[in-house]
Each structure stands twice: as C-alpha cells, then as structure tokens.
C-alpha cells in the first residue's frame, strides 16, 4: 500500500484499501493528530480515481486542497428541504457537468461540520445531473472528520424548517446517507501527543468520560492570573473572533515600537471570505505571530501553526525568533518573505482527459498573522507547544477538546478558566452513532476481501450495462412513433428496426455475459484467458454499436414538425445518445486495446466520459458511422487547456529565458519564479547549475568561504551585489553541498540575526 507508515498503521492500510480497492463509501474519523489529513494528501496524489475535494468552510476546502462544498455544487445558503423546489436551483457549466459525471469519489473534509440537509442536497445534485438515480448518483463518499470535534451550526430558523424532516443536524442524520452501506475507520494512533496519560485524558474529555484523576490534572493547570514573561510562546485560544481579536489589537498597542502594513498582493478571482490573512497585515518589531503555512523551501523552517516573535521588520520582508520543541528560542531567526496562495476550481485537462484543479486566482501575503490569541475554531488541525486556554465561554459540544488538543504536552496547558462538566458534555446522539459506527467497523474489516472482489465484478458488469443507451434509444423511439410516423416514416421505422436490433445484438449478449461474470468464481475472472475474452467482447460491442446506428441519428435529427415542443425532445434525445455512444465507442475501443484492470477501467471511464461530453467532439462524433455521419462542419479552434503556472515557468524557460525575464513578463515575483524551478530541480527534470549563473555561484562560494562557518547574513550581503537574494545564497548552498558536501562554503551556517 502507498502510504507513508503502513507497517505501523492498520487502520490507514484499511482506509487506502476501501477508498481504492472498492465502491464503499467511508467515514474516516479519528482523535485530533491522528492523521486525516496527511491521509487525504496521500490520497490526491496516488490515487488512480478521479475526485474532487469539498469542505464546509473556505479555509477547510484551502487546507484540504479543495473547494468548498457551497461553491462546487452552486448551493444557495438556504437550508435543504427534502420534496422542496431547490433542486431546480442548481446551475451548472457544460465544464462542471463533465467533472460530474466523470467522478469516482467525492471526498468531504471536516465531514462534523456537514449538516444532514446539506449533504442530502449534495445527494440530489449528484443524481439529477449524474442521470442515476443511486444515492449520491453512484459515486463513492470519503467523509473525513471527527464528530467530538466541531459540529455544525444550526441557526434557530433552520432548525424550525429542519425539524419536521430530520432527527438530527449531524450528517449521519442525511435520508441518502441511511440509503448506502458505508463503513467507519477510526484512526487510532495519536502523532501529536507523545505522553500516554495526557492522551488518556484527552480521549476522556473526547468521549465525555472523565475520572476524578481527570479532573483534577486539569485543575492543576488552571491560572486565572498567568501572564507569559515577555514572547515565551504562548497562544490564547478562545471561543469567540471578538474576544480574539480584541485580546491581538490591545497587545499589538502596547508596543512602542513602529507600525509597519504589508499590503497583500491580490491577483484574479479570490474572494474576500477565503482570505488566509489580514489583505493588509499590521506587525511591529515585538509582535507576536504565528505562521499559516508550511515553508515551502528545501529548508522547511516554519509550519502553518508555529509561532514565533517578530524581531525585524523591513518593508517587504520580516525577521521572526521562534521557540525550538524544548521550550528555548531558536539561535537562527526565520527570514519571512510573501507567499502565494491559490483559490482553485475543478476543470477538466482536454489534453489528457482528466481532473485538476485550475488557479483562479493569487493571494501573496506574509504568511503570518497576529497570534497572541486565536479562536478555537481556527485552531482546528494546528499544534502549539503552549497554549494559554479560555473556554469558559465554549458554546458548541467538542471546543474544549478542539482547545486541549491542540497541545503537545499537559505541561504546555494554562487553564485561564474553569473547565466544568458542563463544558465537556457531548451530544448524545453523537455519542450514539459513535457507538454503533464502532461494533459496524469490525464487521467491515472481515469483509474487506469479498467486498473487493465484488468492486472487481461490479465493474465488470458496467463495462457491458447499456441499459442507459437503451433507455435513451427507446424514448427517441416512442417519440417518432406517436409523433412523426406518418411524416417522417422511413426514420420512425429505422428507429423502431434499432429498437429490434439493440435487444437481439447487443442487450441479449451482454445480459448473458452479465450472467457469467456474476456466477463465475472470483479466481476465473481474473484468469489471464478470461479477461482475453473482455478484451475481444469490448472490441465485438463497439462494432455491433457502429453497425446498429449507421447514420440513423443524423437522419433522426432532421425531423420537423408544428410541434415545437416534440421536435426539441427529438433534438436532446438524439443529442444525449451521440454522447452516449460516443462514450462506448471511446471506452470498448480502449478497454479492446488493455487488459481489464480496476485502475485501467477507471481511467479509461473517466476519459470516456470527459471526451464523449466535449463540445468539440460532438462536432467529431457526429461525422463519424457511430454517431451518424454528417456533413463535418469547419470546427471552431479548441481552447488550449489552462495550464499550472509552475509548468508555464518551465515552458518559458525551456525556451531560453532567465528567470528575471520570466518573472518581469509573467508580472510575478523573482522569488516565485524560483521556486517554479526548483519544482523541477526535486524531480531532477534540470539542475540548479541550469536556474543559477556562472557568475551568481562563484560570487556568493566566494563570500561564504570569505566568512568562514559561522556566516552572519548581514555581513555576507555587504559581500554581495544587491541583486543576490536570499534564495539564491540557499540555491548555491544546496548546489555546494550535492557536488562538494565537505567544502567550507557548503557547511556554513548562515545566521539572519
């Protein structure tokens, strides 16, 4: 299995063989630092379906790499009500109905967060423009979250229109959801905590059982009064933004030192409501900050939570002093320059026939924000080595534990209020779900082998279902029988002769194909000799599909009558099945070509669906035998998909410019660009002798060996030209240290203080 600590982690090992290996929906819960997320990275990057990310919030879809369940599925912010008009509300791009109907797996971070009604409208989305009428349109769930956390906020007003139609607001409360089997992996082991009694009390206050011992150790750590000597690393986590923000503006006041704004650097389309940052971030040398992203260079000196003090403030960078895991300050401080972060959107890559995300826009900001107190709610997913905690004012079940876990070590915790019973308590119902989900889970695990097996021969049996194109072909034909007969007499006949032809050629040979696969045992399916005979049986459906349609469609599409409304039926039905027999041609022609395998079928479907539902190849499918053979139209010219812009970085500089030209024609900064480049350094696609000059790397090992070990940075940038930066003296440094690890130059410790 890919992932990273397999050996020493069943329930990821289990979690990668459902979400890969099967069709089961899954609901992947776990304690706080147990995981989920690192899982769902590993996921995106190794995974052979086609997916897309959602979350409930705009920060929860940026962490998660996705987008935000609202904005993906064009969602008003009204609740669902189930039998109501809303499903007509949905409005969809001709690119995001392709993306739709191409999905595998639909993954829902922060899954505690989702109410019931919003994933039944995610149901009734899925289903209409999916055209299946399975729950969830027949695409395979990942729910990740853990519902001890966060749960999801119900106003008062939606609650009285819920009521009638729900018993809960959890997600598990969804009538879809009740519709499917799913199976609950629940991560065990804790990454964030180390101590097994500050982790016992933890799962204690998760699970609303706390002992007198419990108790009584966070009663030690309560101090109304404690106030933190100076910077010492400590971070106030509160329930409400007021308090949080109030608590930052005050301390920032105190400080005597001067304001500096870092205005952030706003390209395209990001909205506002996803902004990671202040867009105009107010510091000053004293000011205590934390990081909201993971450093992004070879380096890796900060991480999104980390905290740190700023000792330095220039106009377009800052110095920050952090604190090392031992509670003592870090002898080096950490050059912070913009970063950029990306609001993306799903598309489809006409060039490869797949899913990716698409930039839509830029936000470069310090990666930085006020930090003496945060909410609860923002420190979800973050770890703190100290953590001043004030939950006294805690109004939703899970915020003490979000708070208290948030920490590495009991010792780490201050108490700034009481923690009562009261605060603790959980949501029955919660507790509930949780209980059963958990004797569900066993019996999920001795079933995982027959449940694979089962996906094997499920998607067996989709490669010859055509019940759909059936289905269409037969409305067209009920169609120009009661309407068109007598006018049109030749092609209401042809279409009731393909009616005939479709059940005796194509649907009686699949259905006893269908027959075999179900009965066969699992071994002979997977006998090199049977899946010989798929191959040429794929080969065999596409010809007998091209011979039955001929130029039927394109005669079927000339049809006129008075009857406007029966001629636009005939146009979309004979619209819907060029596109449908556009995806078999693609997908039997391909699948004629392979070796039947769950990763080949699932990308050739993808591919099938993706190319059949563009625009570009209606135009093409309809002049070839498949789908009718009309006259070819001169075609409009195809939109070059939108590439990545690391890729378009490379593309220039594979066409000879530097990286200051690139940076001055794509209007981005030197530093970016850089880091562009480096993308491909890692992937060993060029060298850093390619990015740097001749110049550049004997003027900066020149300065560094001038210096000896111990290199100040203030005195090497005296040394230099003033367009050296500092990624270019750690691109150099890097360079030394693969060609020459024991140089003095390569060694050297550069210090920014």
């Not at 020493?8 to 776990?30: C, D, K, P, Q, R």
């Not at 001709?94 to 922060?110: N, Q």
């Not at 939703?396 to 010792?411: F, N």
């Not at 049809?559 to 029966?566: G, L």
Request: proline share 5%; hydrophobic share 40%; aromatic share 8%.
């Amino acid at each position: 299995m890919p992932m990273e600590d397999s050996v020493h982690n069943h329930e990821l090992e289990l979690a990668w063989e459902f979400a890969e290996h099967t069709g089961v929906s899954i609901f992947l819960t776990g304690k706080a630092g147990t995981g989920k997320t690192t899982f769902l990275r590993t996921l995106k990057e190794r995974s052979s379906k086609s997916m897309v990310v959602v979350a409930p919030t705009g920060v929860a879809a940026m962490n998660a790499g996705g987008v935000t369940i609202h904005s993906f599925f064009q969602l008003p912010l009204s609740p669902f009500v189930p039998g109501s008009e809303y499903r007509d509300k949905f409005n969809f791009s001709k690119d995001k109905l392709r993306i739709i109907r191409a999905l595998d797996l639909l993954v829902i971070d922060e899954i505690s967060m989702v109410r019931a009604d919003l994933l039944d409208a995610i149901d009734n989305a899925l289903r209409k423009y999916r055209r299946d009428t399975r729950p969830f349109g027949g695409v395979q769930l990942l729910m990740i979250g853990d519902l001890l956390q966060l749960a999801p906020v119900v106003t008062p007003q939606d609650e009285a229109l819920l009521r009638p139609h729900y018993s809960t607001p959890y997600f598990f409360g969804s009538k879809a959801l009740a519709q499917i089997p799913y199976v609950t992996i629940e991560l065990q082991k804790v990454y964030r905590q180390q101590n097994r009694r500050f982790v016992e009390l933890l799962n204690n206050v998760r699970d609303n059982r706390l002992t007198a011992e419990d108790v009584r150790l966070l009663q030690s750590r309560l101090d109304p009064d404690f106030n933190p000597k100076g910077n010492s690393g400590y971070i106030r986590l509160t329930s409400h933004n007021i308090t949080a923000d109030n608590f930052n503006n005050r301390e920032l006041a105190r400080l005597q030192s001067p304001l500096r704004r870092y205005k952030a650097d706003i390209r395209d389309n990001f909205p506002e409501l996803i902004f990671p940052t202040s867009s105009e971030l107010e510091l000053k040398v004293g000011a205590q900050v934390m990081f909201i992203k993971n450093d992004s260079s070879p380096e890796r000196r900060y991480y999104n939570g980390k905290i740190g003090t700023v000792v330095s403030a220039e106009p377009d960078c800052v110095k920050v002093i952090c604190h090392d895991d031992a509670g003592g300050t870090e002898a080096e401080p950490i050059l912070v320059e913009p970063q950029k972060w990306e609001n993306t959107k799903y598309t489809v890559d006409e060039a490869t026939n797949t899913i990716v995300p698409d930039v839509q826009g830029t936000f470069s900001q310090l990666p930085l924000r006020l930090a003496w107190a945060i909410t609860i709610h923002k420190s979800q997913g973050l770890t703190f080595p100290k953590a001043i905690i004030d939950a006294g004012a805690a109004f939703a079940p899970g915020q003490v534990y979000v708070a208290l876990s948030r920490c590495t070590s009991l010792e780490g915790i201050v108490l700034a209020t009481p923690i009562g019973a009261g605060l603790i308590g959980g949501d029955p119902e919660v507790n509930a779900y949780i209980a059963c989900q958990q004797e569900e889970a066993a019996r999920s695990e001795a079933n995982l082998p027959a449940i694979k097996q089962a996906y094997f021969r499920s998607l067996l049996v989709d490669m010859f279902n055509f019940g759909s194109l059936v289905s269409l072909q037969e409305s067209l034909n009920r169609q120009m029988s009661q309407v068109f007969r007598h006018s049109f007499p030749k092609e209401t006949e042809r279409q009731a002769e393909i009616a005939i032809a479709l059940r005796e050629r194509v649907v009686a040979v699949a259905d006893k194909w269908i027959a075999i696969i179900s009965n066969q045992p699992y071994d002979a399916l997977t006998d090199p000799a049977m899946l010989e005979r798929v191959s040429r049986s794929a080969l065999y459906f596409q010809k007998e599909l091209a011979e039955i349609f001929g130029d039927s469609l394109t005669q079927a599409a000339r049809v006129r009558t008075d009857n406007k409304k029966a001629t636009q039926r005939v146009k979309e039905l004979v619209g819907d099945i060029r596109v449908s027999l556009g995806r078999w041609n693609f997908l039997l022609g391909h699948m004629g070509s392979k070796t039947f395998s769950i990763p080949t079928y699932l990308q050739c479907r993808q591919a099938a669906v993706l190319e059949s539902s563009r625009e570009t190849s209606l135009r093409r499918l309809a002049g070839n035998d498949v789908t009718g053979g009309v006259k070819k139209k001169k075609e409009k010219k195809v939109k070059e998909p939108r590439k990545i812009s690391h890729d378009i970085t490379f593309e220039m500089f594979s066409q000879g410019l530097d990286r200051y030209e690139i940076a001055t024609q794509r209007g981005l900064a030197v530093s970016t660009i850089s880091e562009h480049l480096m993308k491909f350094v890692d992937n060993g696609t060029i060298s850093i002798r390619d990015i740097l000059t001749p110049v550049l790397v004997n003027q900066v090992t020149s300065a560094l060996e001038q210096l000896g070990e111990d290199v100040n940075y203030n005195e090497l940038r005296r040394l230099l030209p003033d367009n050296i930066t500092f990624w270019d003296i750690r691109a150099v440094q890097r360079l030394i240290r693969e060609e020459n690890g024991d140089s003095l130059a390569g060694k050297a410790t550069l210090r920014l203080g």
